[in-house]
């Protein structure tokens, strides 16, 4: 779903969605769009943050919950801290307008292949071919368990944490090279690369995330260290 309040952009979106295999529903407001869900459930919402009345980030907080669609933030002039705002409550990704549609589409795949892997976990084990087990790549610490293959964390009662795409490469960076302190440049490179987007506090934000997201559970205290002035560390060791 197209949530934005430009007729225009709205338009033009689900058009080029369209003309890619994807059905697009479109609101042009927040109360638009819970009115859609609530006959239409959809997989994922392109949601804009400037909206007259109540805006995305608002909009954004009553999309909560394990049946809650993905949600790709959109916005032509939202600053750091409505993009560390938007990260810190669930949204998947955040596109600064104006976009390229055909970068918009690949987003959108990308977040959805990564719900789709941790569906697909939970396909009974028959269902997995003997040389997909063998390939798989899971990292072990403290209890829990990493599969880097699917992307998912288990918890150690084997429970599924979900996990963003930028939280599992966070993780997945920390897991890679345990006890070693890593600095926030470093963990931009390891875990964002090309989609850091110019602003380190995304490592605080999502390191954050994590650590919500590992808390009150049995192995999770105190795995990702704050080292002051120098960065981070996973305090556990790791087995793979």
């Not at 933030?73 to 307008?97: N, W």
């Not at 055909?102 to 009974?124: F, Y």
């Not at 954050?208 to 960065?231: D, F, P, Q, Y």
Request: aromatic residues 6%; hydrophobic residues 45%.
């Amino acid at each position: 779903m197209i949530v934005d309040d430009d007729d225009g952009i709205r338009k033009l979106l689900a058009d080029f969605l369209a003309q890619h295999g994807y059905a697009a529903a479109t609101a042009a407001s927040a109360a638009d769009m819970r009115e859609t869900l609530a006959r239409d459930p959809v997989d994922l919402i392109v949601l804009d943050l400037m909206m007259p009345g109540e805006d995305g980030i608002t909009a954004l907080r009553s999309l909560q919950g394990p049946d809650a669609p993905l949600v790709i933030m959109l916005s032509a002039f939202g600053t750091d801290v409505d993009r560390i705002a938007g990260l810190e409550i669930g949204a998947e990704d955040f596109v600064q307008k104006p976009c390229n549609p055909r970068e918009l589409l690949a987003r959108i795949r990308a977040v959805l292949r990564r719900r789709d892997r941790v569906r697909a976990v939970t396909e009974p084990v028959s269902a997995i071919s003997a040389a997909a087990v063998l390939q798989r790549k899971i990292f072990r610490f403290a209890g829990w368990s990493l599969d880097a293959t699917t992307r998912v964390l288990f918890d150690p009662s084997d429970a599924i944490v979900n996990l963003s795409d930028g939280e599992f490469r966070m993780l997945l960076a920390f897991v890679e090279r345990p006890q070693r302190v890593l600095t926030r440049d470093q963990l931009l490179d390891y875990a964002l690369g090309s989609d850091k987007e110019h602003f380190d506090r995304a490592v605080d934000v999502l390191i954050s995330r994590l650590r919500r997201k590992m808390a009150g559970r049995v192995g999770s205290l105190e795995l990702i260290r704050t080292v002051r002035s120098e960065g981070y560390s996973f305090a556990s060791a790791v087995t793979q």
